[in-house]
């Protein structure tokens, strides 16, 4: 301990450049901690992206291709699903509740996905929050509509704007139901996940503009006013693809089984987190890639006080042969130069922390306005502690090569001082 | 009869990597509370010597006892805690820690041995004791509290040898530690050392190549005279 004491008080003689290496190790080391939330966060909140769902089920084809047509509205389904198919569904005794969802058309660039109002009460996203509404309320009426909240904001839409919906995905479309307005109830609050970039109507608003279209164009010469159109638009004759909750979990993969082997159609049920995970596991790439980035980083910042080690130990070498002569053994000149390297390095990792904390607290509400992305302002993670204790044993070792060299000095010179 | 504070016999020491030994001493030896200068010019083996003595560097061959143990039957580290009990050092120049007070620099033995702490403070505070050296060798009050790199050679040597001196150990070895004061000044130094080690019990190996101060020693050796290897 005596050895500690005067590591510390050597450390603090040379506190100017000893804060510089601290500064360095506490930067990377918040740099490492804080991809490591995001990365965290993001992935919690894609995989996320709908939560209380038990089943999501489409047209047949791979699970992946479900979720990201019928969740994140990339790419086109491979077929829609009859009507009766999902009636009879929905119907099953073990089925507490669906929402069916129909897509293909757009708003600038927006999508717009046909739904029934149990959206608004069962669609879950993160930690099973349900969607809230900012302005307004769910749609009613057949020409009304709600919109996500980065949707309402860039388009700079207020409650009651007036919106016309094209005709199919893209951003251009010659095919606007221009005879249809609907009228925007309700904008909803972020989310972090795709329904901010959306707009939903009801199924029956979905039918009612395209009363009179046949094979994605309006019949020329046919004009069909509004309000009888929404009289003539009863039920879809199909669906995009529908949510399923379940009244128990247990009888989730009864129900995905019995919804696979489904005679009348072919379909798939998909487990929207299973799914999901796999999604996330395709993007990986890009997230090893940051991490391995932040631990460069680290490693920067080490080397940073191995080099100040490095060229202090040579002025140092009178100080060690003073030690030796007081009856310091080797073993203790070791512990004082890797005490200063482990001291660096808990500072560091500590004030890293600390600015992590501080930078959280700060820039918490301005990502969540911007990216939709919500950090929590949690103790470590048990991933983090690890990273941590993984950068105090590289400054460990870091301080090692420093510290064997000083060692090996002090068995050499013994109490001649080279200078 | 107390046993010689260090005794040397049949010694041979060769530095690694050098064709051939740079010490070669048949006999040496220090009676208790003897004040020994040994001269030699630079480059004849004298801090080697030293080295020896503190148990530093281990000898070829021959032993060195010390106390009456032989250092040569002792562990690394039990060598090293034998000298930070037994023995005070003293170097040429450059002995502090620019980090450390005054008084942190001459209680630093302390840290190293129970002993040296025990004995600083067998009259209270260890502090104190520090203190009381210092004034004795003329570091007053005004200066304790001053950095270590403000003070003069000269204070910084007094400084060292109460360092040396703190907890009485048996033995303290100076390896040159006049030759960077000016000259009126040394003799005012040994005297200084002289009285703190007689005081303190301690007996003195002094190394130097100034003879000037050699008459004032109870006894005085030439290394070039009782080395073999020279």
Same mark, same amino acid.
């Given at each position: 301990m005596a050895v500690l004491t005067l590591a510390w008080k050597s450390l603090l003689n040379r506190r100017f450049t000893a804060l510089l290496t601290l500064l360095s190790i506490a930067l990377s080391c918040a740099l490492l901690l804080g991809v490591e939330r995001i990365r965290h966060e993001t992935r919690q909140a894609f995989t996320q992206s709908v939560s209380g769902t038990d089943l999501v089920v489409g047209a047949r084809s791979g699970a992946v291709n479900l979720l990201l047509y019928a969740v994140f509205h990339i790419g086109n389904p491979t077929n829609n699903i009859s009507w009766q198919s999902y009636r009879e569904i929905a119907a099953h005794p073990k089925v507490d509740w669906t929402i069916p969802i129909s897509l293909g058309d757009s708003h600038r660039g927006y999508r717009v996905v046909g739904t029934s109002p149990d959206f608004f009460t069962y669609y879950k996203y993160?930690?099973?929050?349900?969607?809230?509404?900012?302005y307004g309320k769910p749609f009613e009426g057949v020409y009304e509509a *709600?919109?996500?909240?980065?949707?309402?904001?860039?388009?700079?839409?207020?409650?009651?704007?007036?919106?016309?919906?094209?005709?199919?995905?893209?951003? *251009?479309?010659?095919?606007?139901?221009?005879?249809?307005?609907?009228?925007?109830?309700?904008?909803?609050a972020p989310t972090g996940t795709p329904v901010d970039r959306s707009l939903f109507v009801s199924l029956q608003g979905i039918t009612a503009i395209h009363v009179g279209w046949q094979g994605g164009a309006p019949v020329p010469g046919l004009k069909i006013p509004a309000s009888a159109?929404?009289?003539?638009?009863?039920?879809?004759?199909?669906? =995009?693809?529908?949510?399923?909750? $379940?009244?128990?979990?247990?009888? =989730?993969?009864?129900?995905?089984?019995?919804?696979?082997?489904?005679?009348?159609?072919?379909? =798939?049920?998909?487990?929207?987190?299973?799914?999901? %995970? %796999? !999604?996330?596991?395709?993007?990986?790439?890009?997230?090893?890639? /940051?991490?391995?980035?932040?631990?460069?980083v680290v490693l920067v910042g080490l080397t940073g006080m191995l080099s100040l080690m490095l060229s202090a130990l040579n002025e140092r070498?009178? %100080?060690?042969?003073?030690?030796?002569? /007081?009856?310091?053994?080797?073993?203790?000149? !070791? $512990?004082?130069?890797?005490? %200063?390297?482990?001291?660096? =390095?808990?500072?560091?990792?500590l004030a890293g922390l600390l600015l992590l904390y501080a930078l959280l607290w700060q820039a918490q509400p301005l990502i969540q306005n911007r990216l939709g992305l919500f950090l929590p302002i949690?103790?470590?993670?048990?991933?983090? *502690?690890?990273?941590?204790?993984? *950068?105090? $044993?590289?400054?460990l070792l870091a301080g090692l090569v420093p510290g064997l060299r000083a060692y090996f000095y002090s068995l050499a010179d013994g109490m001649n001082i080279r200078v | 009869m107390e046993p010689p504070v260090v005794d040397l016999t049949g010694l041979a020491f060769t530095w690694r990597g050098a064709a051939k030994p740079i010490l070669s001493i048949a006999r040496l030896s220090l009676a208790p509370a003897e004040r020994m200068?040994?001269?030699?010019?630079?480059?004849?083996?004298?801090?080697?010597?030293?080295?020896?003595?503190?148990?530093?560097n281990v000898p070829d061959s021959g032993s060195v006892r010390v106390l009456g143990q032989s250092l040569g039957g002792m562990g690394g580290s039990a060598r090293d805690r034998f000298r930070a009990d037994h023995m005070g050092v003293i170097f040429q120049q450059f002995n502090l820690l620019p980090y450390l007070s005054v008084v942190e620099n001459v209680l630093l033995p302390c840290r190293f041995s129970r002993r040296r702490l025990a004995k600083a403070s067998a009259q209270g505070d260890a502090k104190l004791e520090a203190e009381r050296l210092l004034e004795h060798l003329d570091i007053g009050q005004g200066i304790l509290h001053q950095r270590v790199s403000e003070l003069s050679v000269g204070q910084q040597q007094r400084v060292a040898a109460a360092r040396a001196l703190?907890?009485?150990?048996?033995?303290?070895?100076?390896?040159?530690?006049?030759?960077?004061?000016?000259?009126d000044r040394r003799r005012a130094f040994v005297e200084l050392l002289f009285r703190e080690c007689r005081e303190a019990g301690s007996a003195l190996m002094f190394v130097s190549h100034d003879s000037t101060l050699e008459p004032l020693f109870d006894r005085s050796v030439h290394l070039d005279e009782i080395n073999g290897a020279g």
């Amino acid at each position: 301990m005596a050895v500690l004491t005067l590591a510390w008080k050597s450390l603090l003689n040379r506190r100017f450049t000893a804060l510089l290496t601290l500064l360095s190790i506490a930067l990377s080391c918040a740099l490492l901690l804080g991809v490591e939330r995001i990365r965290h966060e993001t992935r919690q909140a894609f995989t996320q992206s709908v939560s209380g769902t038990d089943l999501v089920v489409g047209a047949r084809s791979g699970a992946v291709n479900l979720l990201l047509y019928a969740v994140f509205h990339i790419g086109n389904p491979t077929n829609n699903i009859s009507w009766q198919s999902y009636r009879e569904i929905a119907a099953h005794p073990k089925v507490d509740w669906t929402i069916p969802i129909s897509l293909g058309d757009s708003h600038r660039g927006y999508r717009v996905v046909g739904t029934s109002p149990d959206f608004f009460t069962y669609y879950k996203y993160g930690a099973k929050q349900p969607l809230d509404f900012a302005y307004g309320k769910p749609f009613e009426g057949v020409y009304e509509a *709600v919109a996500g909240s980065e949707a309402a904001a860039s388009l700079g839409y207020a409650l009651d704007q007036e919106i016309v919906i094209a005709h199919g995905a893209g951003n *251009v479309s010659f095919a606007e139901h221009g005879d249809k307005p609907f009228r925007l109830a309700g904008i909803l609050a972020p989310t972090g996940t795709p329904v901010d970039r959306s707009l939903f109507v009801s199924l029956q608003g979905i039918t009612a503009i395209h009363v009179g279209w046949q094979g994605g164009a309006p019949v020329p010469g046919l004009k069909i006013p509004a309000s009888a159109a929404a009289k003539l638009a009863k039920e879809p004759s199909d669906i =995009t693809a529908f949510f399923v909750g $379940l009244k128990s979990k247990l009888a =989730t993969f009864n129900l995905q089984r019995h919804i696979n082997q489904y005679l009348q159609e072919p379909l =798939t049920a998909a487990l929207p987190g299973v799914a999901l %995970e %796999e !999604l996330w596991g395709m993007m990986a790439l890009a997230e090893k890639a /940051l991490m391995a980035m932040s631990f460069m980083v680290v490693l920067v910042g080490l080397t940073g006080m191995l080099s100040l080690m490095l060229s202090a130990l040579n002025e140092r070498r009178r %100080e060690m042969a003073i030690l030796r002569a /007081l009856g310091a053994n080797p073993w203790q000149i !070791l $512990l004082l130069v890797v005490g %200063e390297s482990l001291f660096l =390095t808990l500072s560091g990792i500590l004030a890293g922390l600390l600015l992590l904390y501080a930078l959280l607290w700060q820039a918490q509400p301005l990502i969540q306005n911007r990216l939709g992305l919500f950090l929590p302002i949690n103790p470590p993670s048990s991933t983090e *502690v690890m990273l941590m204790g993984a *950068v105090l $044993l590289a400054g460990l070792l870091a301080g090692l090569v420093p510290g064997l060299r000083a060692y090996f000095y002090s068995l050499a010179d013994g109490m001649n001082i080279r200078v | 009869m107390e046993p010689p504070v260090v005794d040397l016999t049949g010694l041979a020491f060769t530095w690694r990597g050098a064709a051939k030994p740079i010490l070669s001493i048949a006999r040496l030896s220090l009676a208790p509370a003897e004040r020994m200068f040994v001269k030699g010019p630079s480059g004849s083996g004298k801090s080697t010597l030293l080295g020896l003595v503190a148990g530093v560097n281990v000898p070829d061959s021959g032993s060195v006892r010390v106390l009456g143990q032989s250092l040569g039957g002792m562990g690394g580290s039990a060598r090293d805690r034998f000298r930070a009990d037994h023995m005070g050092v003293i170097f040429q120049q450059f002995n502090l820690l620019p980090y450390l007070s005054v008084v942190e620099n001459v209680l630093l033995p302390c840290r190293f041995s129970r002993r040296r702490l025990a004995k600083a403070s067998a009259q209270g505070d260890a502090k104190l004791e520090a203190e009381r050296l210092l004034e004795h060798l003329d570091i007053g009050q005004g200066i304790l509290h001053q950095r270590v790199s403000e003070l003069s050679v000269g204070q910084q040597q007094r400084v060292a040898a109460a360092r040396a001196l703190i907890g009485g150990p048996e033995l303290v070895i100076a390896d040159e530690p006049t030759s960077s004061l000016d000259a009126d000044r040394r003799r005012a130094f040994v005297e200084l050392l002289f009285r703190e080690c007689r005081e303190a019990g301690s007996a003195l190996m002094f190394v130097s190549h100034d003879s000037t101060l050699e008459p004032l020693f109870d006894r005085s050796v030439h290394l070039d005279e009782i080395n073999g290897a020279g």
